[in-house]
T-cell receptor
Framework: GEDVEQSLFLSVREGDSSVINCTYTDSSSTYLYWYKQEPGAGLQLLTYIFSNMDMKQDQRLTVLLNKKDKHLSLRIADTQTGDSAIYFCAELGGGSYIPTFGRGTSLIVHP | EAGVAQSPRYKIIEKRQSVAFWCNPISGHATLYWYQQILGQGPKLLIQFQNNGVVDDSQLPKDRFSAERLKGVDSTLKIQPAKLEDSAVYLC??????????????FGPGTRLTVL
């Protein structure tokens, strides 16, 4: 079945850029998503990218997609303490309406 | 706009007991989802409703889990009897069914279940 892999932890200093990486195995993926989950809260959709795009920028967020390598990344510029959360990568395979989630990357931002 | 409401926020039960979770989606959202999120993992879909009909329940352990969405609004998820491995956060989400793959799912805060 489909698999989505992420590193478990990332620690950055406030003001630096954060890059969270994700790999997936489903070659028929059509959409790829990034969700944010703050402690005690549900998931919040941050951004998504179509599989025929290689980059999408939205304010401090930049998503890069390498479809050949099945690699997705989320760059957060000028990371703030409020960005501390768990970030989930998810992919939507062809013919599916339900995304497959990775295990999440815990981003820790320290002063 | 009010978000997705879930209750209770926390529940502790012993194995073999029963438990029920409640979800109230965003007003006007016809599609409702229940996810199970085990600690350290991403959410896994249990069941999807469109109005009061089931769209997908292929991942729902039907021998012990049941869900209903009467009148196409609120939904309840029940576990009977609970097992230790059911300890997880149960997330409810809702969306407007525009028919596209990017129908944004809005998540509730979840119910954290601990089975002892």
């Amino acid at each position: 079945g489909e698999d989505v892999e992420q590193s478990l932890f990332l620690s950055v200093r406030e003001g630096d850029s954060s890059v969270i990486n994700c790999t997936y195995t489903d070659s028929s993926s059509t959409y790829l998503y990034w969700y944010k989950q703050e402690p005690g809260a549900g998931l919040q959709l941050l951004t998504y990218i179509f599989s025929n795009m290689d980059m999408k920028q939205d304010q401090r967020l930049t998503v890069l997609l390498n479809k050949k390598d099945k690699h997705l990344s989320l760059r957060i510029a000028d990371t703030q303490t409020g960005d501390s959360a768990i970030y989930f990568c998810a992919e939507l395979g062809g013919g599916s309406y339900i995304p497959t989630f990775g295990r999440g990357t815990s981003l820790i931002v320290h002063p | 706009e009010a978000g997705v409401a879930q209750s209770p926020r926390y529940k502790i039960i012993e194995k073999r007991q029963s438990v029920a979770f409640w979800c109230n989606p965003i007003s006007g959202h016809a599609t409702l989802y229940w996810y199970q999120q085990i600690l350290g993992q991403g959410p896994k879909l249990l069941i999807q409703f469109q109005n009061n009909g089931v769209v997908d329940d292929s991942q729902l352990p039907k021998d012990r889990f049941s869900a209903e969405r009467l009148k196409g609004v609120d939904s309840t998820l029940k576990i009977q009897p609970a097992k230790l491995e059911d300890s997880a956060v149960y997330l409810c989400a809702s969306s407007l069914p525009r028919g596209g793959r990017t129908d944004t799912q809005y998540f509730g805060p979840g119910t954290r279940l601990t089975v002892l």
